[in-house]
Each structure stands twice: as structure tokens, then as C-alpha cells.
């Protein structure tokens, strides 16, 4: 079965960078699919952040594009989240979840548990 | 941005009720859209893709429909595990999410 778990600080000071990790068991991320991080803010809006592709490429949501960094460390499984220069207005849950696409599907069918991180001095 | 709006925003209905939750998009997204739902303190679990295709091992009373900007989802009969939040998520332009639709027993 494949799982998902988030791992990382629960309280970040503004203008930090905010560093979580996604630890995938049951699927190997080089292997196939896009592997990616969504957020859910109080409120419940929710927003794709970017993903890492199998092959290592990136591809970010423009808002965030200078903030944000997806890397990968293979040898263990993981994929990471580095955004930069946060503001209370990150404060929200953050979810790593797989993405599936083929014909004119595309979805996220695997999620992780998430993880709240709050921006706050 | 493509911006999707679900309503409403908190639906009350009871049990064995047909129940239609509503996702508009600022713009045409030509059937590229998946419906999740999230229950309390879970992940969210993918129900729908591409508008009407049921994902494996949900069943068979959602259904999806819709076309151009508007669609929806239909719980043919509400049971009590289906209290959740509901959220669509469009993909024909990057991905974006509405806020959902809190559904809760009457």
C-alpha cells in the first residue's frame, strides 16, 4: 500500500524559510507519476503549490515561483518542500500527495496526513 | 488564475436524502475536474475524476456530472459517513481548488 507521511517543524518565525519532508513507502517516486505538495488554509481554501516529476523535474505554481523550492533525496524515498521568506499568510496545513495522469485524467490520489505549520514570531 | 466556486458553502440534509453539491468555474475547463472529500482530521480521499469517473472503491451513490464551467456532485442517497467537506479541483490550467462544501446531518 502506498502511504505518504509529512514530517517537519510545526512553528516557523516570518521571514524564515519554512522545510517540511514527504516520506513515500509502498512506491518508489523515481519510478513513475508527479509527486507534489498542496496546502489548506484556515478556511479551507486549498492550493497546489508544485510537484517533483519521477525524473526530477520541477514545476511550481507561479505565485510561488520565488519562493519555492521540491528537491528529492532518492536514496531515501523523500521529497522535500523549502519555501522562503515566510509571512503569517503561509500559515496553513501542508499535504504531500501523488499525482496520477493519463488520457485526460488528472488527479491526486495519494495524500499524506498533513501537517500544520504556523507562521508566527 | 481560474477561480472555482462551490456552493453552498454549508449544507444541512438527512439521512437518505439526494444530495447536489455545486462547482462553477470563472472559465470553460472542459471537463477537467475531480471532486475529494475530506472528513475530519483525515487526508483528502479523491472520489471523482474527470467529472464522472468514479474512483476505485467509492461508491457507487456519487456520481459526477457537468460540463463548461458548471458541475456537479451527487450523493444519490446520504448515509452517516458521508459527513465531510467536499472540494472540486480544476486541471485544465494549472490546478486550483474551491473551498468546499461542508456537508452535515440534520
Known amino acids: 500500500e502506498i502511504q505518504l507521511q509529512e514530517s517537519g517543524p510545526g512553528l516557523v518565525k516570518p521571514s524564515q524559510s519554512l522545510s517540511l519532508t514527504c516520506s513515500v513507502t509502498?512506491?518508489?517516486?523515481?519510478?513513475?507519476?508527479?509527486w507534489s505538495w498542496i496546502r489548506k488554509f484556515p478556511g479551507n481554501k486549498m492550493e497546489w503549490m508544485g510537484y517533483?516529476?519521477?525524473?526530477?523535474?520541477?514545476n511550481y505554481n507561479p505565485s510561488l515561483k520565488s519562493r519555492i523550492s521540491i528537491t528529492r533525496d532518492t536514496s531515501k524515498n523523500q521529497f522535500f518542500l523549502q519555501l522562503n521568506s515566510v509571512t503569517t499568510e503561509d500559515t496553513a496545513t501542508y499535504y504531500c500527495a501523488r499525482s496520477t495522469y493519463y488520457g485526460y485524467a488528472y488527479y491526486f490520489d495519494y495524500w499524506g496526513q498533513g501537517v500544520m505549520v504556523t507562521v508566527s514570531s | 488564475d481560474i477561480q472555482m466556486t462551490q456552493s453552498p458553502s454549508l449544507l444541512s440534509a438527512s439521512v437518505g436524502d439526494r444530495v447536489t453539491l455545486s462547482c462553477k468555474a470563472s472559465q470553460n475547463i472542459y471537463k477537467y475536474l475531480n471532486w475529494y472529500q475530506q472528513k475530519l482530521g483525515e487526508a483528502p480521499k479523491l472520489l471523482i475524476y474527470?467529472?464522472?469517473s468514479l474512483q476505485t472503491g467509492i461508491p457507487s451513490r456519487f456520481s459526477g456530472s457537468g460540463s463548461g464551467t458548471d458541475y456537479t456532485l451527487t450523493i444519490s442517497s446520504l448515509q452517516p459517513e458521508d459527513v465531510a467537506t467536499y472540494f472540486c479541483?480544476?486541471?485544465?490550467?494549472?490546478?486550483?481548488f474551491g473551498a468546499g462544501t461542508k456537508l452535515e446531518l440534520k
Open positions: 479541483q480544476q486541471y485544465n490550467s494549472w490546478n486550483t
Open positions: 474527470y467529472t464522472n
Open positions: 517533483i516529476s519521477y525524473s526530477g523535474s520541477t
Open positions: 509502498g512506491y518508489t517516486i523515481t519510478s513513475g507519476y508527479d
